[in-house]
Nanobody, 124 residues
Framework: QVQLVESGGGLVQAGGSLRLSCAAS????????MAWFRQAAGKEREFVAA????????YYSNSVKGRCTISRDNAKNTMYLQMNSLKLEDTAVYYC?????????????????WGQGTQVTVSS
């Protein structure tokens, strides 16, 4: 059974930083693309960033490119999202997900397992 558990969310002032983590189990972690999505209140879930199984390739949404870095440690079965220069509009629940597809999938329905989410709130 695949399990994804996010952590690291919290309350931060605009301009600050947070690092999210996603601990995975139940799947050969290094074989699968992983991604971060987010969902703000009243909005649809949106893609944030993805990373290939090896960690050698990454892909970002335009809204976070240059401010966020996705990474993974396959020895620890853990993925990360370092978020810098946070903005009010980054406030959302952040989810990690995994897909058997290659890097490039950015629609939620291509991801077969999801974590429970971690809240990120950016204040002014």
């Amino acid at each position: 059974q695949v399990q994804l558990v996010e952590s690291g969310g919290g309350l931060v002032q605009a301009g600050g930083s947070l690092r999210l983590s996603c601990a995975a189990s139940g799947r050969t972690f290094s074989r699968y693309t992983m991604a971060w999505f987010r969902q703000a209140a009243g909005k649809e879930r949106e893609f944030v960033a993805a990373i290939s199984g090896s960690g050698g390739s990454t892909y970002y949404s335009n809204s976070v490119k240059g401010r966020c870095t996705i990474s993974r440690d396959n020895a620890k079965n853990t993925m990360y999202l370092q978020m810098n220069s946070l903005k009010l509009e980054d406030t959302a629940v952040y989810y990690c997900a995994t897909t058997p597809d290659g890097l490039g999938s950015s629609t939620p329905n291509r991801f077969d397992y999801w974590g429970q989410g971690t809240q990120v709130t950016v204040s002014s």
